[in-house]
């Protein structure tokens, strides 16, 4: 039986998505908590270079929970290398639409000078 909402031809086939983004989601938390546990550990022993890098990790792995919560893949073509600010101001939008919004900006700044 299919159903007319989402990509899914079954409602079989939206449990076993739903089963696996909660999977997913509760792994990225799990790696988060690890992280900072060893960033707790590198930090008692004087180490603040792993500290920082362990902090930066707990610190991904919550957004990308965060976005497999929100139906996000892990996929190639949905991962796009960014910098903290360009990942922080993208949000949950696709890179197509942050890089429209981006292009708006720009032609709205120029209009502006």
Known sequence: MSTPDGP???LAEQVRAKRETSRRTEELYA??????RLAARAEAIG??????????????????????QKGGSHEKSNLVA???SCNSN?????VEQWKREQARAE?????TH
């Open 8 to 10: 899914f031809s079954t």
């Open 31 to 36: 790696i988060g908590i690890l992280a900072k």
């Open 47 to 68: 180490e603040p270079a792993i500290v920082e890098h362990l902090m930066r990790a707990a610190e991904a792995a919550k957004e990308k929970a965060s976005e497999a």
């Open 82 to 84: 960014a910098c903290r």
């Open 90 to 94: 993208k949000k949950d939008r696709t």
């Open 107 to 111: 032609v709205r700044d120029h209009a």
